[in-house]
Every structure is written in C-alpha cells, then in structure tokens.
C-alpha cells in the first residue's frame, strides 16, 4: 500500500490543492483549513453546503507566507496572516465557539462583495486551536477549523467500490480527503486502529459521517439530481443513521508526507 494523493484546503470549503509533500504536525498537513469565512453578525461559519459557490474560492500560500485568493471574474488578493492575539472574534464550528483573530476589513469587503453578504474572514493559529469532540483521541489532539478532526484518510479501491455500484464515476474530492492509500481492499481502512506512513504513525479516531456535502460536483458547484454518491452510501455504508465513508485521524508527533510513501498497518 503507498500514499497516492495529497490534498489540503487552506480555506475551509474553498478548492483543495493537490500536493506532493507536506510537513505535518498537531493540526495535520501544513496549512490546511487555517482560514475560514463566518457570517459578519455571529461569526457562525460558512461551507458549500449552504453556499456552493466556495468551491470557486482558490487559495495558497505565498513565499512570503501571506494568503492568495482568487476569484473568478473579480481577480485576487493577499491577505497577512494576522497576530494570533489582535483583533479577535468569536467564531462557531458546529457546537464549538472559539476566539480567533480577523483577517481585516478589505478581504471581509472583497468576500462580501462576492457573496452578497457581510462575512469576515478569520485564521486559527496554533495555539487558539479546537479540542477534538468528545471522546476521541489525546488530551493534546487539536484541530484548526476541519468538521471535527485533523485529517480524513480515503482508500482508493473504496471509492473504486463505490463508483461501481453507483454505475457511474465520482470524484475523490467530493469526499475531501487529505490522504489517499492505494493497494487496500475496499474499506479495509475500517479495520485500521494506527498506521505508519513513512517515519510517521497515524491513530485512527473514528469513521467520516458523510452529509449533503458530497453531492456537490467539486469543478462546477452543481448538485446531483439524484443525490449520488448518497443515495448508493445509504444502501451499504448506513450505520445507526449515520453514512459512513473514510476515516478520520491524528497523528503522533510532527513529521513529512509525500506521494509514493509506503503505507503499514500497525494495528
């Protein structure tokens, strides 16, 4: 089994970036779903399920360290990272608020502008990061603004499973992964407690809960009429409510990925 694919969203529902190496540490890949656009009034966070058109929103980091963004007929612009201790504002991610700093007024007004709602967009440092919810993982496990939990893996041949019984080819980046295994059984990643990838160990927290999300084509925004890949998912993959597709982890330790690595299953 080896590392096949390697994804990571600066902006949380914004387009992934596909990589070949990442430094990896307490909140997972380098840069990843650090920054977050929340509605001006309450800070309440913004994704595709509600708004699509995040899709669009292409981010990186420049040399200097600054955010780019870009945007499809409205050009692009830079953003500082802001001090992790100036001009906070209290955010919600599901049931967890925090207090993180803003990224100033002219990308709230250039994201505004945009959307056609007053949003803010705001940056989690290190150290102003989410406990992981209740009952998973180490009191030292944290995360920036992912759903819940630092990194999603995906095994190839379980979406290679998935597109068969859905007779028709779904991306892998509808389901937003960070890592994807090649060379496992499909769903073999369920069995999976701890892997090692490269020098690097991995725990295996708990299985992804799949939503609306997913049937989003991740080029265009548009959503499956007939609600695929969910409609397929529930017929196989439901558990107690739940439709279940990945698995979510953490990892001991900081470290390097890159595409090709081996894959071992420790436990």
Sequence with gaps: MFLSELYRYPVKSGQAQCLQGSPVGLLGLQGDRRWMVVEQENGRFLTQRAWPQLGHLKACESDSGEL????????????????????????????????????????????????????????????????????????????????????????????DELNHRIGRPMEMLRFRPNLVVKGAQPFAEDGWKRIRIGTLVFRVLKPSVRCIFTTLDPATGERSLDREPLTTLKTFRERDGDILFGQNLAADGAGWLEVGMQVEVLE
Excluded: M
């Design 68 to 159: 780019l963004l870009e945007l499809p007929g409205q050009g692009s612009i830079r953003v500082a990272v802001p001090d992790a201790d100036e001009a906070l504002r209290g955010v919600t991610v599901w049931r967890d608020t925090l207090r993180v700093p803003d990224a100033g007024d002219e990308v709230a007004g250039w994201l505004s502008q945009w959307l056609g709602k007053a949003v803010r967009l705001v940056h989690c440092p290190e150290q102003r990061a989410r406990y992981l919810p209740s009952g998973y993982g180490l009191n030292s496990d944290r995360a920036a603004f992912p759903d819940g939990f630092p990194l999603l893996l995906i095994g190839q041949s379980s979406l």
